[in-house]
């Protein structure tokens, strides 16, 4: 599939979509949001690709929402259709066997903020702004925002952020816990990479099902999720992973991880 709203760069193991719309402040219209879930099917396949990073084009935004001038004249049934899809590629996101960090470049509103939510880790720069301005509008999040944005912020923020509207900034998002770090924007790549290039020194088969584990845990009824912890804690034992840390540890040594 050729890309139009959309690049992708692979170097050692790290994928970088980004999102490229630049008239509409990288706003998610339909045609990027299929794209967006051809290259996640694409990387989930490739082997060559241990982490993806999703940001944005430019140095204003992120991604300014879902795309206001397409929505615009949406019958019911159209608005739902439009909702299904945003909330199934950004599911899949979610359900990813790969870790996928947002590294957050500007404005991150409605959609691009319920992107950034169903991202594992964010992480964003100085000038960066979140929020789900939807009832502005007269309608609500349609992405999964009021599902993630709960889970993450708890019930009562996530309750302000979305009857308000309100746009808060990095260091807000930060002390909330809607981000994992703020730094400058021309480091922002950087340090998403120095994440990234982290996590592939482990065990990624463990990363992997961490993942699902932690997912779960938002999910199932607590013993429901410590038996899924404790089955895929025992997985864990069938890769040669294990064995190599566990060794290297041992031995004194940094441990060689195959990620099988
Ligand atoms: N959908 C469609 N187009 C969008 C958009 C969106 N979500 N967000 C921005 N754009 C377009 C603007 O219409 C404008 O297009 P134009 O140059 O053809 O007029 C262009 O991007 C630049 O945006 P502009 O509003 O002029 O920039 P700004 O710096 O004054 O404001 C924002 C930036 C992000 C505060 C403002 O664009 C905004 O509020 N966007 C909508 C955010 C939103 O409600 N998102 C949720 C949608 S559900």
Not at 27 to 48: C, I, K, R, Y
Not at 111 to 139: M, T, Y
Not at 151 to 173: F, N, W
Request: glycine letters at 10%.
């Amino acid at each position: 599939m050729e890309y139009k709203n959309i690049d992708v760069k692979k170097e050692e193991g790290i994928a970088t979509i980004t999102i490229s719309r630049p008239k509409a402040l990288n706003a998610l219209n339909t045609e990027t949001l299929e794209e967006l879930e051809n290259v996640l099917e694409v990387l989930q396949n490739d082997d060559g690709v241990k982490v993806i990073v999703i940001t944005g084009a430019g140095e204003k935004a992120f991604v300014a929402g879902a795309d206001i001038s397409e929505m615009k004249d949406m019958s019911v049934f159209e608005a739902k259709k439009f909702a299904e899809l945003g909330q199934k590629v950004f599911r899949k996101i979610e359900l990813m066997k790969k870790p996928v960090i947002a590294a957050v470049n500007g404005y991150a509103l409605g959609g691009g903020c319920e992107l950034a939510l169903a991202c594992d880790i964010r992480i964003a720069s100085r000038n960066a702004k979140f929020g789900q301005p939807e009832v502005g509008l007269g309608i609500i999040p349609g992405f999964g925002g009021t599902q993630r944005l709960p889970r993450i912020v708890g019930v009562s923020k996530a309750k302000e952020l979305i009857y308000t509207g309100d746009m808060i900034d990095a260091e807000e998002a930060l002390r909330i816990g809607l981000i994992s770090k703020v730094v400058e924007q021309d480091k922002l790549l950087e340090e998403a990479y120095g994440i990234a290039k982290k996590i592939m020194s482990k065990g990624l088969v463990a990363v992997s099902l961490a993942k699902e584990a932690i997912n779960k845990s938002l999910e199932v009824d607590i013993d429901s999720g410590m038996e899924y912890e404790a089955n895929a804690f025992a997985l864990c034992f069938g890769t040669q992973d294990q064995k190599e840390g566990m060794a290297a540890f041992l031995e004194k040594r940094a441990p060689k991880f195959e990620g099988r």
